[in-house]
């Protein structure tokens, strides 16, 4: 929305344990956000941890390397061609 600082947004957690106890925090600057971002092995690792539900690891590793040059890209196809569903079949 217009005028929201995103700087200054945060997030409460609550969480209710078993034995009925309440614990709750608060998130004032999650990571991955554009001043706290991610490092390179963190985005992978998070990258692979959802891929892997779609993708065979090595299709996986093919499409990360293909995003992390895709500033050199010239044309799209090869990345949509890792993405396609003829491809992603797992075993």
Do not use: Y
Not at 4 to 21: E, H, I, N, Q, S
């Amino acid at each position: 929305p217009p005028g929201l600082d995103f700087a200054k947004t945060w997030a409460t957690v609550t969480v209710t344990l078993r034995d009925g106890r309440t614990l709750e925090a608060r998130c004032d600057r999650p990571r991955g956000r554009w001043d706290f971002p991610l490092s390179r092995a963190e985005r992978l690792a998070k990258f692979h941890d959802c891929a892997r539900r779609v993708l065979q690891p090595e299709k996986a590793e093919q499409v990360a390397a293909v995003v992390e040059t895709i500033e050199t890209v010239e044309n799209a196809q090869e990345l949509m061609l890792l993405l396609s569903v003829g491809s992603q079949e797992r075993n």
